[in-house]
């Protein structure tokens, strides 16, 4: 009897060793929301991967997730702090033990909303991470987004067409130089090459929106500079000055793909730009690499036929991996852009974007050196829009101490603003755009 009883105890015993971790919990390491003009996500970072279910209510409109063997933490009563009056979605968060063992998690909604709960394997610096993201399911409420910035610039147009004897002649463009065959060496630094000559004044007579885009955002910082800068903070000021530099052209009016410090997925900153029926879509990014020696700006085009370096090949795969990093939701299915992708030829795309790189390239040069003499080519996902030039810009090695100085500078992140404008108006002076409609797609 004495020997069957110590045999139970000590498994016993090894059954609350092994199960000591179940016990122990899983902890929370971060948490954060997110809001967007057309979605909020709330991000729950743990030490191991999740365990969870989740459901709607009603009356009012709640969607709760009861997290499995988490502990409860301090850090998830911060969400109902990081809820912003803006919020297009949430009105409130809040986290309490439910049961032994369960953390309730409810988001109490301002309307009916379309949940997407997923998790994702630790990536980067992340964790594991259980990513909530919750979309009205109405018409989301107004917002300055793609929609009003697009509607804000036909109205501006219509003033102007009302009043054409005040229209200042177009400004004078030079022919952008042919993109350059050769590969530098990976780590040089080239000079500015010397501007071309001024060519004839051209004319484009309707409105052109160019879509811009601000690199990284939300869960996706991007790269970190040598003194710990954000590039998805850089982007953002680069791309709003670019903005408001465009916006004061004749006929030329911008849109902001993220206005904001929200994740959006590459396909989907492809899809605003075409719903916003953009002439040229341009994604400013700031470069890191190993050494902090790199400097120099450099333009890159979209390529189907492989890397014109090994530097740009894995520069396309770290931007390519922002999804990862950002977090999307695989199991949803963006059959829009992939049977647009298939469907139409990206050639011409591609030729024009090469155009309007080296003419971007051309002006940057008067401000940075050159981290390449020409245009390089690889397969950024953020470029595939089928029927619009698109170019990806690093303005700048954020790894580089000296150049990140620069990119803080409100006065130079200006001037690099003036000179992508710069270029983009020698591309449509030479290339002018066709006529269409000026009425942007249902956003």
């Known amino acids: 009897m004495y020997r069957r009883n110590l045999a139970v105890l000590v498994g016993l015993i090894l059954a609350l060793a092994l199960s000591w971790p179940a016990l122990a919990g899983n902890t929370v390491k971060a948490v954060r929301l997110w809001p967007s003009p057309d979605y909020t996500r709330i991000t729950v970072e743990l030490a191991d991967a999740p365990r969870y279910k989740y459901f709607s209510l009603g009356n009012p409109n709640r969607i709760v997730i009861d997290l499995r063997d988490v502990e409860m933490s301090p850090l998830l009563q911060t969400l109902a702090d990081q809820v912003g009056p803006g919020d297009p979605v949430v009105s409130t968060v809040r986290a309490a033990l439910n049961q032994p063992g369960v953390v309730r998690l409810v988001a109490e909604l301002k309307g009916e909303a379309k949940p997407q709960v997923f998790t994702l394997e630790p990536m980067g610096e992340y964790g594991h991470r259980l990513v909530l993201d919750l979309y009205p399911a109405g018409p989301a409420p107004a917002q300055p987004g793609i929609a009003k910035q697009v509607e804000d610039a036909i109205a501006q147009a219509s003033q102007a067409d009302a009043a054409p004897a005040a229209r200042p002649a177009p400004v004078a463009a030079a022919k952008p130089a042919p993109v350059a065959a050769a590969a530098a060496d990976d780590k040089a630094t080239v000079q500015a090459p010397a501007k071309p000559a001024t060519a004839a004044k051209s004319q484009y007579i309707r409105l052109v929106t160019v879509a811009i885009d601000a690199g990284h955002g939300g869960e996706d910082p991007g790269a970190l500079g040598a003194n710990g ?73 979209l390529s189907e ?6 530097a740009a090949r894995w520069l396309a795969k770290r931007e390519n991996d922002a999804d990862l990093i950002g977090g999307v939701n695989i199991d949803v299915k963006d059959v829009y852009l992939k049977k647009t992708l298939i469907s139409l030829s990206q050639d011409a795309q591609i030729r024009d974007s090469l155009v309007l790189g080296r003419a971007v390239l051309d002006e940057l040069g008067g401000i940075n050196n050159l981290h390449r003499g020409h245009v390089e080519q690889a397969g950024f996902a953020v470029l595939k829009a089928p029927d619009i030039p698109s170019v990806l810009i690093e ?49």
Do not use: C, W
């Open 229 to 301: 800068s954000q590039e998805k903070d850089i982007t953002l000021a680069v791309a709003r000055r670019l903005k408001a530099h465009i916006d004061r052209q004749e006929n030329m009016r911008a849109v902001l793909i993220r206005d904001g410090d929200y994740f959006i997925p590459l396909h989907e900153r492809v899809n605003k730009a075409r719903r916003a029926q953009a002439d040229l879509f341009v994604s400013i990014h700031a470069d890191a690499y190993l050494k902090s020696s790199a400097s120099g700006s450099s333009v890159f085009a």
């Open 305 to 310: 036929k492989g890397a014109t370096s090994a």
């Open 395 to 443: 303005t700048a090695f954020i790894s580089n101490p000296d150049e990140e100085k620069r990119l803080l500078d409100e006065a130079y992140q200006d001037k690099m603003a003036e000179a992508i404008v710069g270029g983009i108006k020698r591309y449509f002076d030479n290339n002018p755009p066709l006529a269409k409609a000026k009425v942007a797609q249902n956003l």
